[in-house]
């Protein structure tokens, strides 16, 4: 009875990691594609390990399946951005900041043409430590997704976020002490 | 410039309590949006995260279409 509930339980896992692989597909380079069903079934397997791991903190705040389902989103989505990331190399790149007009987001475009681009890169230099630099210039001037920095770093999304989320806040105040921005909410 | 340039690079100053919290909620969050009920006020700090991170943005919006793929099909 169970072995069934468990093997009903991995074909939705699978179904949704592929239906994650299908909205994903534009973001995957070609030579990527033929790998993405391992990919999926993987994702399945260790989603499925760990909703069965955590099954005693399951609390019925939302349907069974659809507590499951967020395990293997996460699986699948940070599996695939690192396969689509497989060749590429992260690391620091200085020179980010002469290639913004061409590499940059488009909201640094539309900055380049102010002097906040110089206080940015100059509080980026003054105030973050070498891996807050670090993960700031991949993940918000580059756009390298943060389970892709995570995975080079050896460690996870949430502690990367924690890095990024902590850069940023040192950088917000420093602009504002340099004359751009406004005063932080108090939270 | 304007803000919202800054604050895509920048994120929100509100408060954050990051990716793993995160994914504590965003099977509440999905249920509750696809279900049409109101939400204003009980994720404030989970939205905030969202409008911060693209990976997890990006996941809310998977788990919502599996969600809403249900619905149509008659299995939510």
Redesign the interface.
Known sequence: MREQAVARLHALLVR?AR??AA?RRATLPARALEDVDDVCVHAANDALMAVLAKLDTYRG???F???A??FV??EA??RL?RHAWRERKVEPDETIWDRLPDAA?A??Q??ED?Q?ISA?HHAVNEHLTERQRLVFQSA??EDV???VIAERLGTS??AI??T??DA??K??RA?IEAG??EA??V? | MTKSDLQKLLGSPDRDPGCDAGLDVIDVYCEAVVRGEPIAGRFTEFLTHLSNCTACREDTESLMAVLREQEKSGAG
Do not use: M, N, Q
Request: proline content about 7%; glycine content about 8%; charged content about 25%.
């Open positions: 949704v239906g994650v909205r705040s939302a349907r399946t659809t507590w389902c967020k989103i996460f989505s940070s951005r987001p909201a640094l539309r900055l102010d906040l940015l918000a001037l997704p943060i389970d999304r949430g976020y924690k990024l989320h940023r806040g950088l917000r602009l751009h921005g932080e909410p939270s």
